[in-house]
């Protein structure tokens, strides 16, 4: 594993920890903080996309939660394959 990818777990895994002992208002509050900091411009289609996840099923936010997790921590792999 390199470096850069130790390091990445390592910010992971403790962004996972964070959230995990927030409460749900923490969550909130947080999320609300980073929309101030936004472009407008990006602010429709972050609502669109919470609309979305509202139509889903649990299972469906499941699988697009871990493909998401694959294609990030194997980018370097992928990238390295479309060449």
């Not at 910010?11 to 996972?16: G, H, M």
């Not at 101030?36 to 602010?43: A, G, N, R, S």
């Amino acid at each position: 594993m390199t470096r850069g990818r130790i390091l990445r777990v390592r910010w992971r895994c403790k962004n996972i920890l964070l959230i995990l002992y927030m409460t749900t208002l923490q969550v909130k509050t947080e999320i609300q903080k980073v929309l101030e900091q936004v472009p407008e411009d990006v602010l429709p289609d972050i609502l669109d996309y919470l609309k979305q996840i509202q139509l889903q099923t649990h299972d469906q936010i499941k699988l697009s939660n871990n493909l998401r997790k694959i294609l990030s921590e194997d980018k370097e792999l992928l990238e390295r394959l479309a060449k």
